[in-house]
């Protein structure tokens, strides 16, 4: 079992930054993409970015591209998200996920079913 814990969230103002970590623990051995999805109140819960095993491979959702920046450091076991220019609309529960059992393209990167394990959720709130 992998267990995973976010952490960084916080209250900042409009155009302010924020940076997300996760650790996870257990078998990381295995884990291959690890992802970031958001849910605000009311709202469906929504991919925010991924990243490959190797790093070679990173997606985003276009609401983020090229204001949020995921990384990772696999001897940390550690997933990061650095969110810059942050907007209301990024206010969210952020969760972190790891891909533990591989599935292959036919499950994308953006697709929640790809990721068999979710940490609990770090609160994100960005005032105007």
């Known amino acids: 079992q992998v267990q995973l814990v976010e952490s960084g969230g916080g209250s900042v103002q409009a155009g302010g930054s924020l940076s997300l970590s996760c650790a996870a623990s257990?078998?990381?051995?295995?884990?291959?993409?690890m992802g970031w999805f958001r849910q605000a109140p009311g709202k469906e819960r929504e991919f925010v970015a991924a990243i490959s095993r190797s790093g070679g491979n990173i997606y985003y959702a276009d609401s983020v591209k090229g204001r949020f920046t995921i990384s990772r450091d696999n001897a940390k076991n550690t997933v990061y998200l650095q969110m810059n220019s942050l907007k209301p609309e990024d206010t969210a529960v952020y969760y972190c996920a790891t891909e533990l059992n591989y599935k292959s393209s036919q499950v994308p990167y953006e697709d929640s079913r790809r990721y068999d394990y979710w940490g609990q959720g770090t609160q994100v709130t960005v005032s105007s």
């Open positions: 257990g078998r990381t051995f295995s884990s291959y993409a």
